[in-house]
């Protein structure tokens, strides 16, 4: 019932109010995809708080428990082969299953998946077959990885389609905002918890609680997915297409020269990124709270940037951004190495991180959902993140071997790894954005020009959006 006074929305006001809407949504419709999307931030929330808790400690825990650096880096070695084959399967699914029943069964069961690495956090306590848990570790999180990705196609399809395109770019920087704070806020005060319980002698039973405290969360988010709506889809014959089609067939394709040139990226990056954690805790010698706040600056700097970075791509199309933040990427190992000092590290490294970081991943996202059809989405994504998959598990597996056995008297091993990641990350950005377009209309970008335009007459107003947004937090958390 209306109230008082209030005007009845017309239906292209009704549209920029829920900016998901399109003009053929019944409002009925509407408002399930307006529900659903607020339900989707809620549990997005949960989920970075999951993150936060337990998936960024996973290196740190392997360093507690004395594993190897190669060990470290092929963590993520793993996530980079293990990840993307599971979602190809996860893809085909959707054949068989609604989308909604993979993504439950597949949260559940992460859930389930935190158990393991309490108990190799309780072995290792007692002092029980310390040699071999960091190969349990290996294994477990192998396992992790898999059940953690396979409901990534589907999720990414059904999401699609709560959002219009026209207004994707705004509405995935909104919900990266609220998770990107609550993952900074969880994440720092989780270092400090952690770097007490060291001081106190009981490292171990503080991964313990953190650990618990990520399947409690991730639990909670499975309930919110319970009552989330999903549009129906319906797969026509002919909407496959196999993954050497997808390299194969078509070499003029945008989206596939955009995948191959992530899989490029993604190499060049995994040499250098997996031997973070092991630069700042081991070789800088930083505790649990400092490695933290650096390793959160940039999701902090990566915050204030998001709306902006999605206003823009709005108006001048995903490929500017991209190109913008790709130019940014190559410098990034270079800048951890000038300096061991953390107000420099932060201000610096982790600054320009944070900002190229985030736009390249949300223009990612927005840019695949440009290039592909509906149908074809879920497919599409688990052969893109394939591609990068495999570029992060030779990239990774290539830092692994370099840390392991390469000597060098002049300057660490690590220093010349980093080095030499830049190097490469430079060669890929500078042949492989080239090669890349942008398939949608969009305003016309008038370089430098159209860059003031964003900064200087949206900073404001946008910094006032995100500070409101972030303050309604918890109206989210209380949705029901």
Avoid at 36 to 49: C, D, F, P, Y
Avoid at 144 to 158: E, K, L, R
Avoid at 331 to 350: D, E, G, Q, R
């Amino acid at each position: 019932m209306k109230k008082k006074g209030e005007k009845k929305l017309t239906q292209k006001q009704e549209i920029l109010k829920n900016p998901a809407t399109t003009k053929t949504d019944s409002p009925k419709m509407r408002g399930l995809k307006h529900k659903a999307r607020r339900l989707s931030i809620k549990e997005g929330m949960l989920t970075s708080a999951k993150t936060a808790f337990g998936y960024n400690y996973i290196s740190p825990f392997a360093i507690a428990i004395n594993a190897s650096n190669s060990i470290v880096a092929m963590l993520s070695s793993i996530v980079g082969i293990l990840g993307p084959l599971s979602q190809i399967f996860g893809s085909r699914l959707i054949e068989k299953y609604s989308r909604k029943k993979i993504i439950m069964k597949a949260v559940f069961f992460e859930a389930l998946m935190w158990f393991p690495f309490i108990i190799i956090a309780l072995l290792f306590y007692k002092g029980i077959i310390t040699n071999i848990l960091p190969l349990m570790l290996l294994l477990i999180f192998a396992v992790y990885t898999i059940v953690n990705n396979i409901g990534h196609p589907a999720w990414f399809s059904w999401i699609g389609d709560l959002v219009d395109d026209k207004y994707r770019g705004r509405w995935f920087s909104k919900r990266n905002l609220l998770n990107g704070f609550i993952a900074i806020v969880i994440g720092i005060s989780s270092s400090f918890f952690l770097d007490y319980t060291k001081k106190m002698g009981f490292i171990m039973f503080g991964f313990i609680t953190l650990f618990s405290l990520a399947f409690l969360t991730r639990l909670t988010g499975w309930k919110i997915l319970k009552k989330q709506y999903e549009p129906k889809i319906k797969l026509e014959k002919g909407y496959y297409f196999s993954f050497w089609d997808f390299l194969l067939k078509n070499p003029k394709d945008n989206f596939r020269k955009f995948s191959i040139y992530r899989f490029w990226l993604s190499l060049a990056c995994s040499i250098s990124s997996p031997l973070l954690a092991v630069y700042l805790l081991r070789i800088l010698g930083f505790g649990y709270t400092i490695y933290m706040i650096i390793i959160f600056a940039g999701t902090i700097f990566s915050l204030t940037v998001l709306e902006l970075w999605g206003k823009f791509a709005d108006r001048y199309g995903n490929y500017r951004v991209l190109g913008i933040a790709s130019i940014l990427i190559p410098i990034i190992p270079i800048l951890w190495i000038l300096s061991p000092n953390p107000i420099y590290l932060i201000f610096v490294p982790a600054l320009i991180s944070g900002i190229s970081w985030a736009g390249f991943n949300l223009a990612t996202g927005n840019f695949i959902y440009d290039n592909v059809s509906q149908q074809k989405r879920s497919l599409a994504v688990s052969y893109f993140n394939m591609l990068g998959g495999f570029g992060t598990f030779i990239g990774a597996g290539i830092g692994a071997i370099l840390i392991k056995f390469l000597t060098i008297q002049i300057i660490k091993p690590i220093i010349a790894i980093f080095i030499f990641g830049s190097l490469m990350r430079m060669i890929v950005v500078f042949y492989g954005i080239p090669h890349i377009k942008e398939i949608r209309k969009t305003e016309k970008f008038n370089g430098t020009k159209s860059l003031k335009d964003i900064i200087i007459n949206e900073a404001k107003p946008t910094l006032i959006e995100e500070a409101h947004q972030i303050m309604s937090i918890k109206k989210y958390l209380e949705e029901k």
